[in-house]
């Protein structure tokens, strides 16, 4: 069946470290692919998407490739900041339905 | 604009009652969604609406729960029995389509959630 697994957290880095959260998925047909983001606190907002292989999705510093050969979403930032800790889901939407499927989230904290 | 927004932000509840979660969803959005998430875990589907119909129900783990949208618009989650296992909290999203309609990609918002704890 379709699925998203994520690496486990909790991830520490020091500000201005380099991240890499990954993100592999299974699934039938052509999802399409989501980063979510959980501030403490607050509830969930996306964070960048991409449709079909090869395009790439970024937001305020954030960036993900949508790699079908190896079936990767891997998310990136070049540095970090402590107001990026948070709580990172990745997800699919598959096209046979109406629903997202979600990774088990990956906790980034960032230290000054 | 207003955002998805959900009540009772908190619910504590006695094992074996009932509840019902509220949702209201973004002004326009015909496609309404709800997850629940368990401590430490994604959100998990339970139910999509596509205006006042369940387009699927698949995500429902048992018929204690049940979910209505009677005018498209406004939607809540029954939950008869808690049990403590069903403590989580309760996500709603909407879109403005589903991609069964358009062909395309939506993106779901969501609300803040509903924290449920069935004691």
């Known amino acids: 069946g379709n699925s998203v697994t994520q690496m486990e957290g909790p991830v520490t880095l020091s500000e201005e470290a380099f991240l890499t959260i990954n993100c592999t998925y299974t699934a039938t047909g052509y999802p399409s692919l989501f980063w979510y983001v959980q501030y403490p606190g607050e509830g969930l907002q996306l964070l960048l998407k991409?449709?079909?292989?090869?395009d790439k999705g970024s937001n305020k510093g954030f960036e993900a490739t949508y790699r079908k050969e190896t079936t990767s979403f891997h998310l990136e930032k070049g540095s970090v900041q402590v107001s990026d800790s948070a709580v990172y889901f990745c997800a699919l939407f598959y096209n046979q339905g109406g629903k997202l499927i979600f990774g088990q989230g990956t906790e980034l904290s960032v230290k000054p | 604009g207003a955002g998805v927004s959900q009540t009772p932000s908190n619910k504590v509840t006695e094992k074996g009652k009932y509840v019902e979660l509220r949702c209201d969803p973004i002004?326009?959005?015909?496609?309404l969604y709800w997850y629940r998430q368990s401590l430490g875990q994604g959100p998990e589907f339970l139910i999509y609406f596509q205006g006042t119909g369940a387009a699927d129900d698949s995500g429902l783990p048992n018929d204690r729960f049940f979910a209505v949208r009677p005018e498209g618009s406004v939607s809540t989650l029954k939950i008869q029995r808690t049990e403590r296992g069903d403590s989580a909290v309760y996500l709603c999203a909407s879109s403005l389509t589903s991609r069964l309609q358009t062909g395309g990609q939506e993106t779901q918002y969501f609300g803040p959630g509903t924290r449920l704890l069935v004691l």
């Open positions: 991409a449709t079909k292989a090869d």
């Open positions: 002004s326009g959005h015909t496609a």
